[in-house]
């Protein structure tokens, strides 16, 4: 039997990986949700647009009744919840959206899969799950040891996090009220093809490809955990296999790096790929840090690897590798994105009671 899946923010970045594993590796048939905000791009499902397997609805998630509406029609075996504002920097300028995008819209859908959920019969009932896509920031800051666990008490140190920590909070509390079935994951630092470049990595690379300086925040001492983006994908279809309704996952890459260092990498491989007129390690350029920038990330993976039987299969060197030569052999695509929807420039540098929000 082919199994059908909801996914939400499917045209993000990890969202759109999820959904190519899905349709391509999987076999399963793939309902892609996604309301095509800045981040949001369809090319990333060019390679599944046709396949009969895969349909786009453009959806807010907020848009409860359109949800459930979909859900009735659908009559999806599980939910992938990824649809979610998730820059950390643009957080810090525009908070009230990310409190409206993540716990609101989180609440919403939650709202809508319990219609759907109460509603099916009894074999779907049982079946059914609804992967909450969280993030390892929910936890807040570590210092040079320590790792988190699914035990770790939630420390929400920016607005990204906060919003992210209050969905996961709905969808826990769904379980514990009304008994629908949701799994709350946590990744690491994902990295991997069609990263929208204001994250560290893309940036720093079409940063680098165009001659400008590479920010790094601060001394480049915060250390963060790097997981490819292929790994969490499959971490997330094992997690809705054979996850156990009520729990939470953690899923990270066994890489910790300084950003120092991950830039440092980061730019050897372009030298490497594509030299330029000179060292491009020479771009690298310290700014002012990030307001209430955590210090380290590190994730404890131990109970998927045990309970679900993920294992990463993408060792960060090769994924390195891989990653910057798509971003050379694709560079249409970054272009098209600074030319209308982002400049490269900074982002979240004004913590004032007078910043727009």
């Known amino acids: 039997m082919t199994r059908t899946y909801v996914v939400t923010g499917g045209a993000g970045f990890i969202g759109s990986a999820l959904v190519r594993h899905l349709v391509q590796q999987v076999g399963a048939r793939v309902v892609t949700v996604d309301a095509l905000s800045y981040a949001g791009d369809l090319a990333r499902l060019e390679s599944v647009a046709q396949d009969p397997r ?12 359109a949800l459930e509406s979909l859900f009735a029609e659908e009559q999806p075996h599980g939910v992938f919840h990824l649809a979610a504002e998730t820059h950390v920097d643009r957080s810090i300028d525009g908070p009230e959206q990310f409190a409206l995008s993540n716990t ?59 919003s992210k920590a209050g969905a996961d909070h709905f969808a826990m509390a769904f379980h514990a009220t009304y008994g629908l079935p949701t799994i709350t994951t946590h990744a690491s630092n994902n990295y991997g093809p069609f990263q929208f470049p204001e994250k560290l990595l893309p940036l720093a690379l079409s940063r680098a490809l165009a001659g400008e300086p590479v920010p790094l925040y601060g001394d480049g001492s915060n250390v963060r955990d790097w997981l490819h983006v292929d790994d969490h994908a499959r971490g997330l279809v094992d997690v809705m296999l054979r996850g156990t309704p009520g729990a939470t996952y953690l899923m990270g890459g066994a890489t910790e790096l300084s950003n120092k260092r991950v830039l440092n990498e980061l730019l050897t491989t372009l030298n490497e790929l594509s030299p330029g007129p000179g060292d491009y390690r020479d771009l690298i350029t310290f700014v002012p840090d990030r307001p209430g920038h955590d210090q380290r990330y590190a994730v404890d993976s131990s109970k998927a690897e045990q309970e679900l039987g993920w294992a990463r299969q993408v060792p960060f060197a090769a994924g390195l590798r891989s990653t910057v030569q798509w971003y050379l052999d694709n560079q249409p695509w970054v272009e098209s994105i600074r030319s209308g929807r982002y400049d490269l420039g900074r982002l979240g540098t004004d913590p004032s009671p007078g910043a727009k929000a």
């Open 54 to 65: 895969h349909r786009f609805e453009k959806l807010d998630v907020n848009d409860q009744a």
């Open 104 to 162: 609101l819209g989180t609440l919403r859908l939650l709202q809508a899969a319990r219609s759907y959920w109460a509603a099916a019969d009894e074999e779907r009932r049982a079946t059914f799950r609804l992967v909450n896509v969280s993030t390892d920031e929910v936890y807040g800051s570590l210092g040079p040891t320590g790792i988190f666990t699914e035990s770790t008490a939630y420390d929400p140190r920016s607005p990204y996090s906060a």
